[in-house]
């Protein structure tokens, strides 16, 4: 199995299925600012989705390039760390999670530094 080509398709059907949820029930129960944090968190997941996607199409043409490997478990890591947050922090009202949010966008970033990084080294 490849890992990451899973991750982006799971992460893809959740980003969806967390988007209708939000669209269809959190928005009777959520004041607007916290559906659009909520509605953030869907946007970057889904975004880092088909990046998992694409790292694991490339990982898979290229197993030996560590670098899409450290790429795609970062993808991975910022969507938990950052949407996650952002879904708990819009559900629940708790405001420290803001402060671990950035974490996430830390994780995003170094995964796209890999993710091209590795490209030039492929080609």
């Known amino acids: 199995m490849n890992i990451f080509l899973f991750l982006g398709a799971l992460n893809g059907f959740l980003s969806v299925a967390l988007g209708a949820f939000g669209a269809h029930v959190l928005e009777r129960k959520l004041d607007p600012g916290a559906l659009e944090i909520w509605q953030t968190g869907v946007k970057y997941e889904m975004f880092h989705a088909a990046a998992l996607l694409a790292v694991g199409i490339l990982a898979g043409k290229h197993p030996e390039n560590p670098l899409l490997n450290w790429s795609g478990w970062l993808f991975f890591a910022g969507i938990i760390i950052f949407s996650g947050s ?38």
């Open 86 to 123: 952002l879904y708990i922090l819009s559900a629940s009202g708790f405001r420290a999670l803001g402060a671990v949010t950035p974490v996430g966008g830390v994780c995003f970033l170094i995964a796209w530094l890999l993710l091209m990084i590795a490209s030039a080294k492929l080609g």
